[in-house]
């Protein structure tokens, strides 16, 4: 029932900056925790950053310092804002939730977004 559409990918020379957008929308929901992934050509799907509903954060190490989660709750969005951008994160990213539906009185369901391509290059 919930759906997530992601937003804010494109073209970017390195050491340029994007912020990514995520909204989720559909059914009556709450949202357990959400989470950017990245997907380079030939490579396997890697966690990138996540933020729980208790509003910690967890970044792979390869971005600490220039990436930022951050959570909107009231529009159900989140936002990746990457800065210092490098060739090696070019990448599709995907958005992620695990979330609780009302309608089914289900928990921890899981969703994944269609992705959205991030290339970093001169």
């Known amino acids: 029932q919930l759906q997530l559409v992601e937003s804010g990918g494109g073209l970017v020379q390195p050491g340029g900056s994007l912020r990514l957008s995520c909204v989720a929308s559909g059914g009556i929901f709450s949202i357990n925790a959400m989470a950017w992934y990245r997907q380079a050509p030939g490579k396997q799907r890697e966690l990138v950053a996540i933020v729980t509903s208790g509003s910690t954060t967890n970044y792979a190490d390869s971005v600490k310092g220039r990436f930022t989660i951050s959570r909107d709750t009231a529009k159900n969005t989140v936002y990746l804002q990457m800065n210092s951008l490098k060739p090696e994160d070019t990448a599709t990213y995907y958005c992620?939730?695990?979330?609780?539906?009302?309608?089914?009185?289900?928990?921890?369901?899981?969703?994944w977004g269609q992705g959205t391509l991030v290339t970093v290059a001169s």
């Open positions: 992620n939730t695990h979330y609780n539906d009302s309608i089914s009185s289900t928990r921890n369901l899981e969703v």
